[in-house]
């Protein structure tokens, strides 16, 4: 899967050439999100064209490139069924796909973690990292910091560290809440700035290191309003298939928008979190559980947001414009 | 009335595990998935997406579960769907009645379901029979705490001219689209979109054109899927439901018929695990209405200068008397195939024992010189016990079709054949002059054969004991193809089966309405089989000359020679010569016709009695396997038209020689009592006759023009009266088009859609081409009784030579 990872599109399709040529692969197909495509065409036919090759890694005609929609869950079927169509099924398989097709799918951190063991050993690798949760990886950091970007680092790194390295919250502003790895991930707030950011760690204080796609919020944002725009997301992509995920995702995003608007009812944070336990755990795949991730860490965390939302909309408490990271003249309307 | 089974062998044995549920230990068979475990012991986990004869999906997450112990000691996190749950050895499995978090589970799951379901019960088909409603009782909630705003869709959307789709309400279980896709093989409806958006959508260049959509609307869970026919005739509360055996194919479904008010409103697959499992076809399902238009026949009708004139009981008793005596024996019978059992054996007693005569046929239909033959020997007298049974076709393991195409003419046991495919890997090859689309939805190999030929592909076949031989009434019209198949069967080991095209046929052959066998299988030819029947009947002797064949009939009564027709439910155009058969029946000196409705033999007829519809007959049919199929009366008023049998009874009274029988009832118990007479082997009247199979000539085209070898069959849905009155199942006929292959469509000059006309017999029919890749050459397809074909009034059949020639639309 080449994501714009903040690396150079040709670094990333180096990347691939290389798991293929390890492979022996002949057909390569390539994933990419849309505005990507021309540039990964582009990418494609240069190889086929460069001279000093043996022979065409990839002949024209066995290439795929196709589009697919971005989803939250990673199931590989999806994936693939994403690109093959634009509706998107999950499905149940006998295997991994990725073991029926002669093509290697290496995300781009992992990938560039192969070829560096490969080179320098597997105790170099495991020197890194904490006793579990070996090695180094990307984190990728984004939101109310100085410096949002990708960075490479041990295993175990602290949301403290990572933030000296990137700059630190934004000046004149202070952390109020950040997910480990993505909307998936039960968020956490400025008590946990010091849990190793690890799979243990995280799983220790009730989340999880998930994609280690770091967003980070400070004191402007309301969660709810953030609560709201995830969980519309989740609506979004929700395959439909299963009646918790369809149907609750479609309840949770409406109720959300009352407590946005202020015009919660009494008992709806009681009705938000029972809705929540309908969904988790009983869906066919782990979309829903992202989902009531979200709203059940931040009801956790800051209840008392969602309470107010009975009386005063999210705009009035956290001005939207506040949170941005550019000049905002009128409150910004979010859509589903 | 007994219920026929076939002796089982010894049976392999099943490998069980136990399980525990809900405390209760269990027994279940390796393999069995924990929602059916639970069912054994009468525990019901609510669910929609679950059906037992589809594959699991696992979509609507209704029949949680929860499995403290997986069978090794652990727990399972979360709770389980048990529909895709597999019991394993020692699980532990708690439902709603002992599980809190399986009950909570499941009440979540329904409070989400009615969420953005429409408030439609009041106006929708399902109320009152539907499982959403059934389980929100049973398992939800009693209020919603939704205060939110529903998805909503325009509604309803038809996606065949008889399926309406209603998206607010489909709760997205997707048993439609997996019934589609895995039992029919006809994948026109897929769900698209996605989210709360998700809908059932329709491909977009076709309809739902699929022999078997109906069984959606049967499956549907809630009320998203209702049949254009039935919508808004009825709660289900207010329907009289009765089994009956379907009376249109061989196939032998039972079906549920539901009336009310004296009226049929509905037909529902019956359940009938070895025959239909829990599907019909359309045909079955909609073309119950031939009878309700103003062509009904409720009184005896009598011709008074040249006039049909409506007469009481006993004076038409008294014409019918006084024509039948005059003609003495020299009287034909034709009967149709349509005629339950006990109506087919009172016309053959009737035909024997009263008129004097053996000329009975029940083949008002094209039909061969060895047929008889074949069926004397091969079908008549035949049980289930010993036969080829839809058992038999998902357990072999080659199954060769021969002048039958199943989805057109015996559609379960196409469903039974694919079903066998899918999941046995079963070989299925054809002998057919193209691929059509039942075959490949079978995988069928094709042998693409010039009829006429099928003889020499059948025995250029390689078939082993144990294969399956499945002859179609059209293979009696290529020459010495019946004889092939049963030489081939003998050699090999290989089982046959012959299955006619009506629900009538199979027990017409054994009530003995043939002109040379008598009831129960009895050659007419043999001395002891006639003696044997007249101590049976009591009658000092039976009539001994041959009898007429059916064509025959109808020509001896033009001329003059046959001087009477007693005539039950036949059509003129089915037969190989329509005007021919109008001629006979119109030159006839007297003509009986026993009808429910006006007809072009009711306009022929001297004397017209009035006979019981379907529904309102008690009886038997006997499906291609031999199987009895139980009809039961559904509707029974006090001026329900009389069955034939009783209106045979007191012709046979009037006419001084008691039929003996007068009810159903006793008309099955007496042939039951004949008995069948063993097989006939040897002993022939005739040597079988092999006439000498012409060899295919290549087509040749001169000035635009091709003689070429007629192909055809009936579709499904056709021209036939009994499927009339029935708009919406008319609209999903199939098109009419004349098929060629690509060769012959060259050499003629002409592309997909271009018209051709079909000239042959006494006339010709303009159709559009399909160019046919895979098509056997020297020939043209064409329906052989679609709107615009009836072939029957060209006077050709399958087989014969036809011209092919551009143009004809004029």
């Known amino acids: 899967m080449i994501r714009q990872a903040g690396q150079r599109v040709a670094k990333?399709?180096?990347?691939?050439?290389?798991?293929?040529?390890?492979?022996?692969s002949r057909r390569v197909m390539v994933w990419c999100s849309m505005p990507m495509e021309s540039r990964i065409g582009r990418m494609v036919r240069q190889t086929i064209a460069w001279p000093g090759l043996n022979s065409p890694i990839v002949p024209r005609s066995e290439t795929t490139i196709s589009t697919g929609t971005w989803k939250a869950t990673g199931s590989e079927a999806s994936a693939l069924g994403s690109v093959a169509k634009p509706e998107v099924c999950i499905i149940t398989m006998p295997r991994m796909p990725a073991m029926l097709a002669p093509v290697t799918m290496p995300t781009a951190s992992s990938s560039r973690a192969q070829g560096k063991v490969v080179k320098n050993g597997s105790a170099w690798f495991g020197s890194m990292g904490t006793e579990k949760s070996k090695g180094m990886t990307l984190y990728s950091l984004s939101g109310h910091v100085k410096r949002p970007g990708q960075f490479e680092a041990p295993l175990g790194i602290t949301l403290r560290q990572l933030l000296e390295l990137s700059g630190g919250i934004r000046d004149g502003h202070e952390l109020k809440f950040w997910t480990p790895g993505g909307s998936s991930t039960p968020i956490l707030t400025a008590e946990h700035l010091d849990v190793p950011l690890d799979y243990e760690g995280m799983g220790g204080v009730g989340s999880m290191l998930g994609t280690k796609a770091l967003q980070v919020f400070d004191e402007t944002t309301s969660v709810v309003r953030t609560t709201l725009r995830w969980v519309e997301f989740y609506k979004h992509e929700s395959c439909g298939k299963c009646t918790p995920c369809r149907e609750g995702n479609w309840w949770l995003v409406q109720l959300l928008k009352s407590f946005e608007a202020g015009t919660a009812q009494d008992g709806d944070v009681e009705k938000l979190l029972d809705i929540c336990d309908n969904m988790g755990g009983k869906s066919f795949c782990a979309l829903a559980d992202g989902a009531v991730a979200c709203v059940t860490s931040a009801v956790r965390h800051f209840r008392s947001e969602f309470e107010a939302g009975r009386a005063t909309p999210a705009w009035e408490l956290f001005p939207y414009g506040r949170s941005a990271l550019f000049e905002v003249q009128e409150k910004v309307e979010v859509h589903a | 009335m007994s219920v026929v089974t076939k002796p089982t062998g010894p049976v392999a044995p099943v490998e069980t595990i136990t399980v525990t549920i809900d405390g209760t230990e269990v027994q279940v068979p390796k393999g069995t998935l924990a929602i059916r475990a639970a069912e054994m012991i009468g525990i019901a986990i609510p669910r929609f997406c679950d059906h037992p004869l589809l594959d699991p999906v696992g979509a609507c997450r209704q029949c949680m579960v929860e499995v403290p112990d997986m069978g090794n000691g652990r727990g399972?996190?979360?709770?389980?769907?048990?529909?895709?749950?597999?019991?394993?050895?020692?699980?532990?499995?708690?439902?709603q009645l002992t599980s809190p978090v399986a009950a909570k589970a499941q009440t979540g799951m329904l409070e989400f379901l009615l969420i953005n379901h429409p408030l439609d019960c009041p106006i929708c088909d399902k109320g009152g029979e539907c499982p959403l409603q059934n389980q929100a009782l049973s398992n939800g909630r009693g209020e919603s705490r939704y205060e939110g705003v529903k998805r909503t869709f325009p509604k309803p959307v038809p996606i065949s001219a008889q399926i309406l789709l209603d998206r607010e309400r489909c709760v997205l279980c997707a048993r439609c689209t997996r019934f589609s896709e895995q039992i029919s093989g006809d994948?026109?409806?897929?769900?698209?979109?996605?989210?709360?958006?998700?809908?059932?959508?329709?491909?977009?260049d076709h309809p739902y054109d699929s022999y078997f959509s109906g069984n959606v609307v049967q499956i549907c869970p809630v009320g998203a899927l209702t049949s254009a026919s039935y919508r808004f005739q009825s709660?289900?509360?207010?329907?009289?439901?009765?089994?009956?055996?379907?009376?249109?194919?061989?196939?032998?479904?039972?079906?549920?018929?539901?009336?009310?008010?004296?009226?049929?409103?509905?037909?529902?697959?019956?359940?009938?695990a070895e025959v239909n499992e829990e599907w019909n076809c359309d045909k079955g399902r909609f073309a119950f209405v031939s009878a309700r238009g103003d062509d009904r026949l409720t009184r005896p009708l009598i011709r008074e200068d040249g006039a049909l004139r409506v007469a009481s009981w006993p004076e038409a008793i008294d014409?019918?008397?006084?024509?039948?005596?005059?003609?003495?024996?020299?009287?034909?019978?034709?009967?149709?195939?349509?005629?339950?059992?006990?109506?087919?054996?009172?016309?053959?007693?009737f035909a024997r024992v009263v008129l004097g005569t053996n000329s009975i046929d029940f083949r008002s239909r094209p039909g061969g010189v060895d047929e008889a033959q074949f069926l004397a020997t091969r079908v008549a007298g035949r049980t289930l016990a010993d036969a080829v049974t839809y058992a038999d076709l998902e357990a072999a393991s080659h199954v060769v079709l021969v002048g039958f195409e199943p989805e057109e003419e015996s559609p379960l046991v196409f469903l039974r054949l694919r079903k066998a495919v899918r999941k046995k890997g079963l070989k299925v090859t054809a002998i057919a002059p193209f691929a059509s689309n039942g075959n490949a939805k079978l995988n069928a190999t094709v042998v693409a054969t010039v009829p006429g030929e099928e003889a020499a592909a059948l025995r250029a076949l390689d078939l082993a004991a144990g294969d399956v031989l499945l002859v179609g009434e059209r293979a009696a019209l290529a020459p010495g193809a019946l004889a092939a198949a049963a030489e081939v069967a003998d050699a090999t080991g290989a089982r046959l089966a012959w299955v006619p095209r009506r629900a009538g046929d199979r027990g017409a052959v054994e009530?003995?309405?043939?002109?040379?066998?008598?009831?129960?299988?009895?050659?007419?030819?043999?001395?002891?089989?006639?003696?044997d029947l007249a101590a049976a009947w009591e009658v000092e002797g039976l009539p001994t000359g041959d009898g007429l064949e059916a064509a025959a009939m109808l020509a001896a009564a033009a001329s003059g020679e046959l001087k009477a027709l007693v005539v039950a439910g036949v059509e003129p155009a089915d037969f190989a010569d329509a005007a021919a058969a109008r001629a006979g029946l119109e030159e006839a000196g007297f003509v009986v016709s026993l009808e429910n409705r006006l007809s072009e033999v009711t306009e022929r007829a001297d004397v017209v009695f009035p006979v019981a519809l379907i529904e309102e007959h008690a009886g038997t049919f006997l499906n291609w396997e031999h199987r009895p199929g139980r009809v039961n009366t559904v509707i029974r008023q006090p001026n329900t038209p009389m069955t034939d049998l009783r209106v045979l009874a007191a012709l046979a009274d009037a006419l001084g020689t008691p039929l003996g029988v007068r009810t159903a009832q006793q008309a099955l118990t007496e042939l039951t009592e004949l008995g069948t007479w063993p097989a006939a082997t040897a002993a022939?009247?005739?040597?079988?006759?092999?006439?000498?199979?012409?060899?295919?000539?290549?087509?040749?085209?001169?000035?635009g023009?091709?003689?070429?070898?007629?192909?055809?069959?009936?579709?499904?849905?056709?021209?036939?009266?009994?499927?009339?009155?029935?708009?919406?199942?008319?609209?999903?006929?199939?098109?009419?088009?004349?098929?060629?292959?690509?060769?012959?469509?060259?050499?003629?000059g002409v592309v997909d859609g271009d018209q051709v006309a079909v000239s042959g017999g006494s006339g010709w029919y303009s159709l559009p081409v399909a160019v046919t890749p895979g098509m056997a050459e020297g020939t043209v397809w064409v329906p052989q009784n679609s709107p615009g074909t009836p072939l029957g009034e060209l006077g050709v059949v399958f087989g014969d030579e036809v011209t092919l020639s551009v143009g004809g639309a004029e």
């Open chain 2, 235 to 272: 709660r289900p509360f207010d329907l009289v439901s009765t089994d009956v055996t379907c009376e249109h194919c061989a196939s032998g479904c039972r079906l549920r018929t539901d009336q009310r008010h004296f009226q049929v409103k509905r037909r529902l697959a019956g359940e009938f």
């Open chain 1, 12 to 24: 990333a399709w180096r990347m691939v050439r290389s798991a293929m040529k390890a492979a022996s």
């Open chain 2, 76 to 95: 399972m996190p979360k709770p389980q769907a048990s529909c895709t749950l597999e019991c394993a050895p020692g699980m532990q499995i708690r439902t």
């Open chain 2, 319 to 349: 014409a019918a008397v006084a024509g039948l005596a005059a003609a003495g024996s020299s009287v034909g019978v034709l009967t149709g195939g349509r005629l339950t059992l006990e109506d087919a054996y009172g016309y053959s007693k």
């Open chain 2, 511 to 531: 009530a003995g309405c043939l002109p040379g066998l008598l009831p129960g299988g009895r050659p007419l030819a043999d001395s002891a089989a006639r003696v």
């Open chain 2, 684 to 703: 022939q009247k005739k040597p079988a006759r092999k006439a000498a199979a012409k060899p295919a000539k290549p087509a040749r085209v001169t000035d």
């Open chain 2, 187 to 204: 994948p026109f409806i897929a769900l698209v979109e996605r989210g709360a958006l998700q809908q059932v959508g329709r491909y977009a």
């Open chain 2, 705 to 748: 023009e091709a003689t070429v070898r007629l192909a055809t069959w009936r579709q499904l849905i056709d021209g036939g009266r009994g499927q009339d009155n029935e708009e919406a199942l008319a609209a999903t006929a199939k098109p009419s088009l004349a098929r060629v292959s690509p060769a012959l469509a060259t050499a003629l």
